[in-house]
């Protein structure tokens, strides 16, 4: 598929069996990137009946790791996640958006739903596109953002007057980010 500026970014597609028409939703992965936990949670999305697409946000840094990583590979991978532009992001989501909606049984609805990381992109891009219906935040760290960056010039959080869709956010009691208050 094609994300930002017409660059080629790496995918995982599922479709559900059958004629359809089937609704269309993006899966957006956590730090890891485009790890066997979320194929999996894309198949599943289909084999509820959903057209499910999981782009590799990270998949021009070769970013992947399937393990538990240290604490110093921790850090490496923040520093690279954290240096993404959120511009580039909204674009690799847009492009997925494309995508899917060149599928032949997709019915014109879309929705997206990010976890941890992806949750953040998640509620990002729901703020700045038109293209979606709904979109799921499940636990999205950095949405209320510690500083802001040139990668990150705005908080997500001051972005929700632009939301373009219903959200649902999911978050823990106990999670730190964004905390309770």
């Known amino acids: 598929l094609l994300g930002g500026g017409g660059q080629p970014i790496e995918g995982y597609l599922a479709k559900p069996m059958g004629p359809g028409p089937y609704p269309g939703i993006i899966v957006i992965h956590e730090i890891f990137g485009l790890v066997e936990h979320i194929r999996e949670v894309t198949r599943k999305f289909a084999a509820a009946g959903y057209i499910s697409l999981a782009p590799d946000l990270y998949s021009r840094e070769n970013l992947l790791h399937d393990g538990i990583p240290d604490e110093a590979e921790m850090r490496a991978i923040r520093q690279i996640t954290g ?33 941890c990381a992806g949750g953040r992109y998640a509620l990002l891009f729901a703020c700045n596109t038109q293209s979606l219906d709904a979109a799921v935040d499940c636990y999205g ?23 373009s869709c219903p959200l649902l956010g999911l978050f823990g009691a106990a999670d730190a980010n964004p905390n309770q208050d």
């Open 83 to 115: 240096d993404l532009p959120d511009d580039r992001i909204v674009a690799d989501m847009e492009g997925a958006a494309e995508y899917i909606k060149t599928v032949s049984t997709w019915n014109g609805s879309l929705g997206c739903i990010g976890y």
């Open 141 to 163: 760290g950095r949405v209320i953002p510690d500083a802001l960056t040139e990668a990150r010039p705005n908080g997500v959080i001051d972005m929700i007057p632009t939301l």
